[in-house]
């Protein structure tokens, strides 16, 4: 069993900034991937960011340069830091975590039940 928790969230004016953290507990064996995704209302969910077991980072192009992602391997944690955050940044932000559960396992996918970011213009 694998849980995802986010939190961080809230309301923030636009040029503000806010952190959100994510953090896995459970059976875990090996991380693939940890990012980033987003939904916004009306709109279809978004990646974000992810960063790999080797912490190789990748952001999508809308929050390349505002947003910066990292990790705490010991705690199996990821934090995301966002700065310059616009109005359109507004969404419900989930954490995805891609692992192996065991030597034998294959990826699966884990999601946290998400957290509200919402910036005021």
């Known amino acids: 069993q694998v849980q995802v928790v986010e939190s961080g969230g809230g309301l923030v004016q636009a040029g503000g900034s806010l952190r959100l953290s994510c953090a896995a507990s459970g059976t875990i064996f090996t991380f693939n991937n940890i990012g980033w995704y987003r939904h916004a209302t009306g709109k279809q969910r978004e990646w974000v960011d992810g960063?790999?077991?080797?912490?190789?980072?990748n952001y999508a192009d809308s929050v390349k340069g505002r947003f910066t992602i990292s990790r705490d391997s010991a705690k199996n944690t990821v934090s995301l830091q966002m700065n310059s955050l616009k109005p359109e940044d507004t969404a419900v932000y989930y954490c995805?975590?891609?692992?192996?559960?065991?030597?034998?396992?294959?990826?699966?996918?884990?999601w946290g039940q998400g957290t509200q970011v919402t910036v005021s213009s």
């Open positions: 995805n975590a891609r692992l192996r559960t065991s030597v034998s396992s294959g990826l699966g996918d884990y």
């Open positions: 960063i790999t077991s080797g912490g190789t980072t």
